[in-house]
């Protein structure tokens, strides 16, 4: 029998009588390599598994473990009267003031800056104006700075401002660029190109509400460019061909999500164009509201 599987072996592989007997001897080491561990695996997982010991570490552990203190209640926020110039990190913790900001007005004390009046709260960047309007009253500062007799300097750069304010013209929000916005107080480069990139994919502002969603633009920086822009009432925005754009076109637009694209897509693909757009609320995932933000921007045709 060994000597024909030998045999045979060489006549296939064309090999010598020693390579022969070195290749049969392998083979069978091969074949046990291969299934020797998974059959012990098999066998290992079969067998029942003592946790006794797991177990008694994790009670050792867990009767060391601190218990939960009960009557400990989460911080809520709580207004006080406080002076911002001495007020420490765990007061305004206390009073709801974020930490990144409270650590911010830490560092401009730091840096000998100091708050004269109410208003000078406003000067720490990301200082919220609806936030700040609930803590004037427990501001230990006065209203306004005790006004001393203008220099003749001081008269003539406040005759300026006047006039300046008196010739001051909106402009319209379509067609300002960078540096007209950064005239704004609290409108720096980044967030005069994110006015613009936005208004470029929108194609255009058709209310001056859409500049809340500018990410981050502050209520009031946006109230201030309410008072120094406008929305000119005959402007036409750029318009999505509703029977020809495609999804990834569709898609582009901020109020048009992906799914929203696919399906007017499919629609249109099963019915044909659209005769009127009003026939866009017949899509599911397109109710009253996203009809009434997404009109200005479409059109059945060129």
Excluded at 67 to 89: G, H, M, Q, R, Y
Excluded at 114 to 127: A, H, Q
Aim: zero cysteines.
């Amino acid at each position: 029998m060994i000597n024909r599987l030998r045999s045979w072996t060489r006549a296939f592989f064309g090999i010598s009588t020693r390579e022969a007997n070195g290749l049969l001897i392998l083979l069978p080491v091969l074949m046990s390599s291969v299934f020797v561990m998974p059959a012990y695996h098999h066998w290992q997982s079969k067998q029942p598994v003592d946790f006794s010991k797991n177990r008694q570490s994790l009670d050792s552990l867990l009767a060391h473990w601190p218990e939960p203190d009960s009557t400990a209640s989460p911080s809520e926020k709580t207004l006080f009267a406080f002076d911002p110039n001495t007020a420490s990190l765990p007061d305004f913790d206390s009073l709801g003031v974020p930490g990144f900001l409270a650590q911010r007005i830490l560092n401009y004390r730091s840096r000998n800056g100091t708050f004269r009046i109410k208003s000078d709260l406003l000067k720490i960047y990301g200082m919220d104006t609806l936030f700040y309007n609930e803590l004037i009253p427990f501001i230990q500062l006065p209203e306004q700075a005790v006004a001393d007799k203008p220099s003749a300097k001081a008269k003539e750069e406040a005759y300026k401002v006047t006039n300046a304010e008196v010739k001051h013209e909106r402009t319209d929000i379509n067609t300002a660029d960078s540096t007209q916005l950064k005239k704004v107080y609290g409108i720096g480069e980044k967030l005069s190109a994110r006015i613009i990139s936005y208004r470029s994919k929108l194609g255009g502002f058709v209310s001056m509400q859409q500049l809340q969603e500018v990410y981050g633009l502050d209520s009031a920086v946006i109230h201030r460019l309410e008072r120094n822009y406008y929305v000119d009432p005959a402007f036409q925005p750029r318009k999505i061909i509703l029977n020809q754009a495609s999804e990834k076109e569709l898609s582009s637009h901020p109020y048009i999500k992906y799914p929203l694209a696919k399906a007017i897509a499919t629609y249109r693909f099963q019915h044909g164009n659209f005769n009127a757009l009003e026939e866009v609320k017949e899509i599911a995932v397109a109710d009253e509201a996203f009809y009434t933000k997404i009109l200005p921007y479409l059109s059945l045709n060129p």
